[in-house]
Protein backbone atom coordinates (compact mmCIF):
# COMPACT_ATOMS: atom_id res chain seq x y z
CA UNK A 1 0.00 0.00 0.00
CA UNK A 2 1.31 3.26 -0.96
CA UNK A 3 0.46 6.05 1.80
CA UNK A 4 0.76 10.13 1.38
CA UNK A 5 1.05 11.71 4.92
CA UNK A 6 0.37 15.76 4.72
CA UNK A 7 1.92 18.30 7.63
CA UNK A 8 -0.41 21.53 6.57
CA UNK A 9 0.71 24.78 6.89
CA UNK A 10 0.10 28.08 4.94
CA UNK A 11 3.58 29.15 4.05
CA UNK A 12 5.01 25.75 3.95
CA UNK A 13 3.38 22.40 3.63
CA UNK A 14 5.06 18.88 4.20
CA UNK A 15 4.82 15.57 2.20
CA UNK A 16 6.07 12.53 2.60
CA UNK A 17 5.27 9.19 0.29
CA UNK A 18 6.33 5.43 1.92
CA UNK A 19 4.98 1.90 0.79
CA UNK A 20 4.16 -0.53 2.87
CA UNK A 21 4.78 -4.02 2.13
CA UNK A 22 3.61 -6.07 5.49
CA UNK A 23 5.39 -4.74 8.24
CA UNK A 24 8.44 -3.21 6.02
CA UNK A 25 8.25 0.48 5.39
CA UNK A 26 9.92 1.70 2.69
CA UNK A 27 10.49 5.62 1.23
CA UNK A 28 9.22 6.87 -2.18
CA UNK A 29 9.60 10.68 -1.71
CA UNK A 30 9.61 13.77 0.35
CA UNK A 31 9.25 17.46 -0.09
CA UNK A 32 7.63 21.17 0.69
CA UNK A 33 5.15 23.03 -1.21
CA UNK A 34 5.69 26.52 -0.44
CA UNK A 35 3.88 29.63 -0.53
CA UNK A 36 6.15 32.20 0.71
CA UNK A 37 6.75 33.27 -2.73
CA UNK A 38 3.28 35.04 -2.58
CA UNK A 39 2.37 38.23 -0.62
CA UNK A 40 1.13 37.43 2.40
CA UNK A 41 -2.38 38.97 1.87
CA UNK A 42 -3.06 37.05 -1.62
CA UNK A 43 -4.63 34.21 0.90
CA UNK A 44 -6.80 32.71 -1.93
CA UNK A 45 -3.31 32.41 -4.04
CA UNK A 46 -1.75 30.41 -1.44
CA UNK A 47 -4.59 27.83 -1.02
CA UNK A 48 -4.78 27.66 -4.90
CA UNK A 49 -0.60 26.76 -4.99
CA UNK A 50 -1.37 23.76 -1.36
CA UNK A 51 -4.11 22.73 -3.69
CA UNK A 52 -2.31 22.14 -7.17
CA UNK A 53 0.94 21.19 -5.27
CA UNK A 54 -1.09 18.13 -3.29
CA UNK A 55 -2.70 17.51 -6.36
CA UNK A 56 0.20 16.79 -8.47
CA UNK A 57 1.74 14.78 -5.90
CA UNK A 58 -1.60 12.23 -6.07
CA UNK A 59 -0.85 12.35 -9.49
CA UNK A 60 2.79 11.80 -9.62
CA UNK A 61 3.02 9.18 -6.95
CA UNK A 62 -0.40 7.74 -6.95
CA UNK A 63 -1.18 6.71 -3.23
CA UNK A 64 -3.95 4.63 -2.16
CA UNK A 65 -4.46 6.20 1.03
CA UNK A 66 -3.08 9.38 3.16
CA UNK A 67 -2.50 11.17 6.45
CA UNK A 68 -2.82 14.19 7.75
CA UNK A 69 -2.29 16.28 10.95
CA UNK A 70 -4.97 17.84 13.02
CA UNK A 71 -4.66 21.34 14.08
CA UNK A 72 -5.35 22.59 17.22
CA UNK A 73 -5.79 25.98 18.41
CA UNK A 74 -2.75 27.49 19.03
CA UNK A 75 -1.94 30.75 20.88
CA UNK A 76 -2.63 32.83 18.10
CA UNK A 77 -6.26 33.05 16.93
CA UNK A 78 -5.36 34.39 12.85
CA UNK A 79 -2.54 32.07 12.79
CA UNK A 80 -4.94 28.44 14.23
CA UNK A 81 -7.35 30.08 11.34
CA UNK A 82 -4.67 30.32 8.88
CA UNK A 83 -3.43 27.17 9.09
CA UNK A 84 -7.14 25.61 9.18
CA UNK A 85 -7.81 27.05 5.91
CA UNK A 86 -4.64 25.60 4.53
CA UNK A 87 -5.38 22.36 6.25
CA UNK A 88 -8.58 23.18 4.32
CA UNK A 89 -6.98 22.94 0.95
CA UNK A 90 -4.94 20.22 1.81
CA UNK A 91 -7.92 17.64 2.11
CA UNK A 92 -9.85 19.17 -0.71
CA UNK A 93 -7.47 18.14 -3.19
CA UNK A 94 -7.13 14.76 -1.45
CA UNK A 95 -10.81 14.10 -1.43
CA UNK A 96 -10.88 15.49 -5.10
CA UNK A 97 -7.98 13.06 -5.95
CA UNK A 98 -10.68 10.19 -4.11
CA UNK A 99 -7.86 9.63 -1.53
CA UNK A 100 -9.39 8.31 1.75
CA UNK A 101 -7.93 10.57 4.54
CA UNK A 102 -6.94 9.61 8.24
CA UNK A 103 -6.16 12.32 10.81
CA UNK A 104 -3.68 12.08 13.59
CA UNK A 105 -2.33 14.91 16.21
CA UNK A 106 1.02 15.53 16.30
CA UNK A 107 1.16 14.05 19.27
CA UNK A 108 0.00 10.45 17.96
CA UNK A 109 2.83 10.94 15.41
CA UNK A 110 5.37 11.45 17.61
CA UNK A 111 4.36 8.35 19.91
CA UNK A 112 3.80 6.08 16.75
CA UNK A 113 7.60 7.18 15.25
CA UNK A 114 9.40 8.65 18.22
CA UNK A 115 8.17 6.37 21.18
CA UNK A 116 6.84 10.24 23.47
CA UNK A 117 4.52 12.31 22.55
CA UNK A 118 6.86 15.38 23.70
CA UNK A 119 9.78 14.64 20.99
CA UNK A 120 11.54 17.49 19.09
CA UNK A 121 11.84 18.49 15.70
CA UNK A 122 15.01 16.85 15.56
CA UNK A 123 14.25 13.69 17.42
CA UNK A 124 11.04 12.87 14.67
CA UNK A 125 13.91 13.75 11.95
CA UNK A 126 16.26 10.88 13.13
CA UNK A 127 13.65 8.70 13.85
CA UNK A 128 12.28 8.73 10.34
CA UNK A 129 15.85 8.40 8.86
CA UNK A 130 16.26 5.44 10.86
CA UNK A 131 12.93 3.87 10.35
CA UNK A 132 13.31 4.22 6.39
CA UNK A 133 16.99 3.96 6.39
CA UNK A 134 17.18 7.25 4.13
CA UNK A 135 21.19 8.45 4.17
CA UNK A 136 19.93 12.02 5.11
CA UNK A 137 18.32 13.69 7.46
CA UNK A 138 14.67 14.81 5.89
CA UNK A 139 13.80 18.58 6.42
CA UNK A 140 11.30 19.00 9.55
CA UNK A 141 7.98 19.67 7.78
CA UNK A 142 8.81 16.71 4.90
CA UNK A 143 9.92 14.52 8.28
CA UNK A 144 6.65 15.20 10.55
CA UNK A 145 4.60 14.36 6.92
CA UNK A 146 6.54 11.18 6.50
CA UNK A 147 5.93 10.59 10.18
CA UNK A 148 2.32 10.90 9.84
CA UNK A 149 2.83 8.14 6.72
CA UNK A 150 4.14 5.94 9.08
CA UNK A 151 2.11 6.52 11.84
CA UNK A 152 -1.08 5.69 9.56
CA UNK A 153 1.06 2.80 8.31
CA UNK A 154 0.60 0.93 12.11
CA UNK A 155 -2.47 2.47 12.73
CA UNK A 156 -3.84 0.30 9.10
CA UNK A 157 -1.57 -2.69 10.38
CA UNK A 158 -2.95 -2.72 13.99
CA UNK A 159 -7.05 -2.29 12.24
CA UNK A 160 -6.24 -5.20 9.83
CA UNK A 161 -5.15 -7.29 12.50
CA UNK A 162 -8.08 -6.64 15.16
CA UNK A 163 -10.62 -6.75 11.89
CA UNK A 164 -8.87 -10.23 11.20
CA UNK A 165 -9.25 -11.23 14.99
CA UNK A 166 -12.89 -10.45 14.62
CA UNK A 167 -14.01 -11.98 12.35
CA UNK A 168 -12.18 -15.08 13.11
CA UNK A 169 -13.93 -14.97 16.54
CA UNK A 170 -17.14 -15.05 14.43
CA UNK A 171 -16.47 -17.88 12.28
CA UNK A 172 -15.79 -19.32 15.48
CA UNK A 173 -18.61 -18.91 17.94
CA UNK A 174 -20.44 -19.37 14.88
CA UNK A 175 -19.40 -23.01 14.65
CA UNK A 176 -19.63 -23.64 18.17
CA UNK A 177 -23.23 -22.53 18.09
CA UNK A 178 -23.66 -24.78 15.11
CA UNK A 179 -24.76 -21.56 12.90
CA UNK A 180 -23.55 -20.22 9.74
CA UNK A 181 -21.44 -17.54 9.33
CA UNK A 182 -22.98 -14.19 7.71
Do not use: W
Request: charged content about 15%; glycine content about 10%.
Amino acid sequence: MRILGIDPGLQTTGFGVIDMDGQRLSYVASGTIRTTQMELGDLPGRLKVLFDGISEVTQRYQPQTSAVEIVFVNVNPQSTLLLGQARGAALTALVNANLPVAEYTALQMKKAVVGHGRAAKSQIQEMVKRLLQLPGLPGTDAADALGLAITHAHASAALSLMAKATDLNRKQHAMYRGGRVY
